[in-house]
């Protein structure tokens, strides 16, 4: 098993900047693959929608929300995630959730998902 610890949430002004961190650890590390990881957030009363996915192949995909103010980026080797997020708006307020799908197989790839952090961007 593998467990995604994420850390950076916080309570910041309109316009500001956080990084947020998701780091992968656990048994399972040693034989499987970190196939993509990636970033949803959820607001209250709002459904949980993707906000940035990177693969194994570095490519990138952001929620139009975000483009040209959030960034994702990794480091294979610390099996971790990041988001910079810059021009931060209030809209962005949402519990953000480290997601990472694990290659076990050719036909088992299983996703895991960290506990969530708190963003709050303040008007």
């Known amino acids: 098993q593998v467990q995604l610890v994420e850390s950076g949430g916080d309570l910041v002004q309109a316009g500001g900047s956080l990084r947020l961190s998701c780091t992968a650890s656990?048994?399972?590390?040693?034989?499987?693959?970190?196939?993509?990881m990636g970033w949803y957030r959820q607001a209250s009363r709002k459904q949980r929608e993707m906000v940035a996915v990177?693969?194994?192949?570095?490519?990138?995909r952001y929620t139009n929300s975000v483009k040209g103010r959030f960034t994702i980026s990794r480091d294979s080797a610390k099996h971790t995630v990041y988001l910079q997020m810059n021009s931060l708006k209030p809209e962005d307020t949402a519990v953000y959730y480290c997601?990472?799908?694990?290659?076990?197989?050719?036909?088992?790839?299983?996703?895991?998902w960290g506990q969530g952090t708190q963003v709050t961007v303040s008007s």
């Open positions: 997601n990472a799908d694990f290659r076990y197989g050719d036909y088992d790839v299983r996703g895991y």
């Open positions: 990177i693969t194994e192949s570095d490519n990138t």
């Open positions: 656990g048994s399972d590390l040693s034989i499987t693959e970190i196939t993509e």
